[in-house]
């Protein structure tokens, strides 16, 4: 068996085009027969080569079916999908041998050392024992001095790092991530985050999934936003951001106002105590200056000041809000 070393790379690790996949429901759910759900909508996205991408959405929006149609665990309805240029249904083969998956689930042999476990998992996927690299790929996850340890000797973060060895032992150059930081404590996250950019850093794709979205912030160059197996958004994580063009002034000031200063009408304010302010603002259209010299003007002596850049956080909410929200997503996803 041979891996899919020899792929020219291409422009795109993953291609999504017109993914669509409706459940069928029906027989033991009563009531439910013959009922279908429609998962992914028409759904077209690429991830670049070499990027670090986040797939985000709200529960049920859709990600694990389209990480499971990759994966060849869930078939689709219609639509094309390509793994490092290899179609999933002309070639799930190579396209599957391209594509590392990363598991929410802690599903590790506690009998195994990790040296093992990465040996017997090589052996699953066919490559040789001269193109072994276990050792290698412990040393890059952080584990080398584990190697000859149990499983189940090992901390919850470092079995989530033998995890990604795992599903880098066929040197996939494409890694899907789901949720690899769900429960983890804040140093392990921290020690995740390292090895996840040391990857990214070495050429591997990595597509991830999660609910933290200050990790996506802070790894991720690219986003992709689904709701409701719809794309509400795909983009650079900076022009996410700077589409919501919104910045947030706090300011204290030496004396109680009785109201807003009149200079502050056209922006967004509140009150948040009788000595403090906060405003939003458009960056792209007004300068902080203006903010700070209206609050001048009308006598105030500004005793401090804060300011907030718009958050992933925030262009989530405003793309993902259903019910009355529904205008604003609208506008955010123009
Ligand atoms: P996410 O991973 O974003 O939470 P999922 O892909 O798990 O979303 O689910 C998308 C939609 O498909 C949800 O409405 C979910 O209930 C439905 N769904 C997922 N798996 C199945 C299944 N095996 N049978 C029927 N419906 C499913």
Redesign the pocket.
């Known amino acids: 068996m041979t891996l899919p070393r020899q792929t020219p790379r291409p422009e795109n690790a993953v291609e999504i085009s017109h993914l669509r996949k409706v ?1 069928g ?1 029906g027989g033991n759910v009563p009531g439910a027969e013959g009922a279908t ?1 429609a ?1 992914l909508k028409d759904l077209s996205l690429n991830v670049p080569r070499g990027s670090f991408f986040a797939l985000l ?1 709200p ?7 389209l990480i499971n149609i990759l994966s060849g665990l869930v078939i689709k309805t219609s639509g094309e999908a390509r793994v490092w240029g290899h179609d999933i249904d002309r070639d799930m083969r190579a396209a599957r041998l391209s594509l590392g998956v990363v598991p929410q689930e802690l599903n590790l042999d506690p009998f195994f050392t990790p040296r093992e476990l990465l040996e017997v998992q090589a052996g699953l996927f066919g490559v040789p024992a001269e193109r072994r690299r276990s050792d290698e790929i412990l040393a890059a996850v952080g584990l080398a001095d584990k190697a000859g340890a149990y499983a189940r000797s090992l901390s919850g973060g470092m079995r989530r790092r033998l995890l990604v060895a795992k599903a880098m032992v066929h040197s996939p150059p494409v890694l899907i991530l789901d949720e690899p930081t769900a429960g983890v404590d804040v140093e392990l996250r921290r020690q995740l985050w390292v090895t996840m950019r040391d990857l990214n850093a070495r050429g591997t794709t990595i597509l991830l999934t999660t609910h933290y979205l200050e990790e996506a912030q802070a790894l991720c160059d690219r986003v992709a936003i689904i709701d409701r197996g719809e794309l509400v958004a795909c983009d650079d994580t900076s022009a996410l951001l700077a589409r919501l063009d919104s910045k947030e002034m706090l300011i204290t000031v030496d004396r109680d106002m009785t109201r807003v200063p009149a200079g502050l009408v056209p922006f967004r304010t509140e009150l948040r105590s009788p000595r403090q302010v906060s405003v939003s603002y458009p960056p792209s259209r007004a300068h902080s200056g203006e903010i700070i010299a209206a609050i001048q003007d009308a006598g105030f002596v500004i005793t401090n000041l804060t300011t907030r850049e718009a958050a992933l956080e925030d262009v989530f909410l405003r793309l993902t809000r259903h019910g009355p929200g529904d205008g604003d997503r609208a506008a955010a996803a123009q």
């Open positions: 459940y429901r759900v998962a959405g529960n049920g929006a859709g990600k694990s079916t």
